[in-house]
C-alpha cells in the first residue's frame, strides 16, 4: 500500500479495528433480541388478556399467570438491545448511545408493571406504576426508532447498516406517527392494540437484522487508513 501523494508505504489498519469480538456480541444480540420476543409473544397469547384488543404490557400485570415469562423477556430484549448497541462500529456512536438509553428505558418498563388494564390518560385514569411504566415503554420504542434514523443519516456508518435501517426507519416512523395520534384521539381499542404490535414486530426485526448484519461482517466500516487517519488507496 503506498501513500497517494508518492510517500514510502507506511502500515496500515481497519477503521473498525477487531471484527470478531464485535461479530459475537452481535450474534448475542440476535439471540437475546428473538429469545425475549418470543417470551413476550407467548405471556400475550397465553395470558388472560383481552387478545388483540388490549395492550401488550397486560401480559406482565402482577396477578397474570405469565408475568413471569412477560418480563424475562422484556429483560432479554433490553439486553438485546444493549448488546446490539455495544456491537456497532465506532462510527455509529450516535445510534449506539439510543440504543443504550433504550435497553435502559425497557429494563424499566419491564421492572415496573402496570395495573390491570395498562390504563393510559387521556381517557383512562392511570397510577404512578402506569405512567411509569407506559413512559418507559414508550421512550423506549422512541430510542430505537431515532436510532434507525440515525444510522441512516450518519454519513460514516456502513452501507449495510444504514440500508437496513432505511427500511426498518420506512416503516417504523409512520407507524409511530399513527399510533401516537391514535392513542390520543381515540384510545384503547383493536386499533392501537394492532399498531402497537407491528411497531414494535418492526422494531424487533429491525434488531435482529442489523445484529445479524454485524454478525456476518456488514458492519465494517469504510477503508483502510494509516496511523495518522489518513486515508489510504491501493498502489
Not at 103 to 121: K, Q, R, T
Not at 123 to 147: F, K, N, P
Request: hydrophobic letters at 55%; one cysteine or more; a positive charge.
Amino acid at each position: 500500500m503506498a501513500d497517494r501523494r508518492g510517500g514510502a508505504p507506511t502500515a496500515t489498519t481497519p477503521r473498525g479495528g477487531p471484527t470478531a469480538p464485535r461479530a459475537a456480541v452481535a450474534s448475542a444480540a440476535a439471540g437475546s433480541t428473538l429469545a425475549g420476543a418470543v417470551a413476550v409473544a407467548v405471556a400475550v397469547v397465553a395470558g388472560p388478556g383481552p387478545g388483540l384488543t388490549g395492550y401488550v404490557s397486560e401480559a406482565g400485570v402482577t396477578d397474570s399467570p405469565y408475568a413471569a415469562a412477560y418480563r424475562l423477556g422484556v429483560f432479554a430484549l433490553a439486553a438485546g438491545v444493549l448488546l446490539l448497541a455495544a456491537a456497532l462500529p465506532p462510527a455509529a456512536r450516535v445510534a449506539a448511545t439510543l440504543l443504550a438509553a433504550g435497553s435502559v428505558f425497557a429494563l424499566v418498563s419491564g421492572a415496573v408493571a402496570c395495573s390491570e388494564g395498562c390504563p393510559l390518560p387521556p381517557y383512562e385514569q392511570a397510577t404512578t406504576a402506569d405512567l411509569v411504566h407506559g413512559g418507559a415503554s414508550i421512550a423506549a420504542v422512541a430510542a430505537i426508532v431515532l436510532a434507525m434514523v440515525a444510522l441512516v443519516l450518519l454519513p460514516g456508518a456502513p452501507t449495510a447498516l444504514r440500508r437496513v435501517a432505511a427500511v426498518g426507519a420506512g416503516v417504523a416512523l409512520p407507524l409511530s406517527g399513527v399510533t401516537a395520534l391514535v392513542l390520543v384521539l381515540v384510545g384503547r381499542g383493536g386499533l392501537i392494540a394492532g399498531l402497537e404490535r407491528l411497531l414494535l414486530l418492526t422494531c424487533v426485526l429491525w434488531g435482529v437484522a442489523t445484529a445479524t448484519t454485524v454478525a456476518l461482517g456488514g458492519g465494517k466500516e469504510g477503508p483502510l487508513v494509516n496511523a495518522s487517519g489518513r486515508g489510504r488507496v491501493p498502489s
